[in-house]
């Protein structure tokens, strides 16, 4: 059995708030980030479910101001380190700057897979505060490998520490995982993560594909809170790497009741695959559309699925959101 260092990264106070319409409480923040800090968890993410600055119609609205969130968060915190999420363009380098103030010890500049290179100032802006920082390449799926190995250099060239493989869709499938992760521990000299989805239920398979081939950050939610079916769930990957021999400083017992005793309390509704969300890993569309799409198949009186089809089909992308209401009332017409 081979011995492996991972650093879990818990998304489930940021993931999740897709889940939740971006409705956490200062209270609920609290006690699931208490919980991941007792359970031996090193970072956890807390920002609206589109990152720093998502707060708006287009993405939905917070029920609680994100700096508020972190600031808490960080409160809470005597041996995890808070991360933040931000997508330039949605977030801006003030809201970095604010939300290190607070005391956030990482970043993740998120961008398409093909846009690294709106990120430049914002990884610069990252190690400048000297936080953690890592490029974090969304929906991975819609370049070749060859793209998004040159999208991953440019993240290593501006400082990148971490450089992710997004699964924002759930839709790779293992042998994709392990491909796209081995082309970049080839070229990369900075360490690699990688954050799965579970709308065709592989996002565990695909994690420790991700991990064989030299990923050193995985992401998770407790319960698997987070968009469509939700990520890697957090509590059974630390009893899966146990098994496997891969350390991960987190205590078992302790992060299932973090699971099963606080984030359940905290879900809307079970974290399931859906016919919805399996219908998005199928066709790739991005994880976070699901209660766009439920709301948009309820107001315009369409099948929640030909929406995501279409939308698969005009390789619809986050940002985009306002195309699921027009494809539906197209649909509908
Ligand atoms: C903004 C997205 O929710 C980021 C993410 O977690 C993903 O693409 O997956
Ligand atoms: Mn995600």
Request: glycine share 10%; aromatic share 6%.
């Amino acid at each position: 059995m081979n011995s492996k260092n991972l650093y879990l990264v818990d998304v489930t106070l940021r993931d999740g708030s897709h889940a939740v319409k971006h409705a956490f409480t200062e209270e609920q923040i609290r006690v699931v980030a208490r919980s991941l800090d007792q359970a031996g968890v090193k970072f956890f993410e807390v920002s609206h479910g589109d990152g720093l600055g998502g707060s708006s119609l287009q993405y939905g609205l917070s029920f609680v101001n994100e700096m508020k969130l972190i600031e808490a968060a960080v409160d809470e915190c005597r041996q995890s380190e808070v991360s933040v999420l931000l997508i330039p363009g949605i977030g801006t380098k003030d809201h970095l700057d604010e939300a290190a103030k607070l005391g956030a010890k990482m970043v993740r500049v998120a961008t398409h897979v093909t846009e690294a290179d709106v990120a430049q100032q914002h990884i610069q802006l990252g190690r400048e505060l000297g936080l953690k920082t890592a490029g974090f390449l969304m929906m991975a799926h819609m370049a070749p490998v060859d793209k998004l190995v040159q999208q991953a250099k440019l993240f290593e060239s501006y400082g990148a520490e971490i450089v992710y493989i997004v699964d924002s869709a759930g839709t790779l499938l293992p042998h994709q995982v392990k491909d796209r992760t081995a082309a970049l521990r080839q070229v990369l000299t900075c360490d690699i993560g990688f954050h799965g989805h579970n709308n065709l239920s592989l996002a565990m398979a695909n994690t420790i594909e991700a991990i064989n081939e030299g990923a050193t950050y995985v992401d998770g939610s407790l319960r698997c809170l987070g968009a469509g079916s939700g990520n890697t769930q957090t509590e059974v990957m630390v009893a899966v790497f146990e098994r496997l021999g891969f350390l991960t400083g987190i205590d078992l017992y302790p992060i299932m009741d973090a699971a099963n005793g606080v984030a359940a309390q905290i879900m809307q509704r079970p974290q399931e695959v859906t016919g919805t969300s399996l219908i998005m890993g199928y066709s790739g569309v991005y994880s976070s559309f699901l209660l766009h799409t439920q709301d948009a198949a309820k107001r315009f009186g369409v099948d929640e699925r030909d929406i995501l089809v279409e939308l698969g089909k005009r390789q619809a992308v986050g940002g985009q959101e306002d195309l699921i209401f027009q494809v539906a009332a197209e649909l509908a017409n």
